[in-house]
């Protein structure tokens, strides 16, 4: 996983929308793309970048596979990000 897949990742919509449905708990690919109007293979193809970014685990029960959010990577992201904002508000201290 690197911060340039997960930003890919991040950067579509529906890749968004399904993170936000996982919020709620884990969910089949089946599951998921009762919410969409997209074919099977679409969300598939959606679930595996997401996997690929680390932002979703998957997890086999029986015939069903199961997707649910790793908020780890989306944590390491969000300190990231703080991190750039703390560097600029210490330039923004010391200029002033």
């Known amino acids: 996983m690197s911060f340039g897949e ?3 990742a991040l950067s579509d919509k529906e890749r968004r929308e399904i993170l936000e449905l996982l ?3 884990k969910m089949s690919a089946g599951e ?4 969409f109007d997209m074919t099977n293979a679409t969300i598939s193809y959606h679930l595996s970048i997401l ?3 680390g932002l979703v685990f998957e997890e ?4 069903f596979v199961y997707y649910q959010l790793n908020t780890t990577v989306l ?3 969000m300190l990231w990000i703080k991190s750039l904002k703390e560097e600029d508000d210490n330039g923004k201290d010391q200029e002033e």
Do not use: D, F, P
């Not at 086999?60 to 015939?63: A, F």
């Open 75 to 77: 944590e390491e992201v």
């Open 51 to 53: 996997k690929k970014a």
């Open 32 to 35: 998921i793309s009762s919410h």
């Open 60 to 63: 086999k029960e029986k015939n």
């Open 23 to 25: 919020k709620k708990g």
């Open 6 to 8: 997960t930003l890919k």
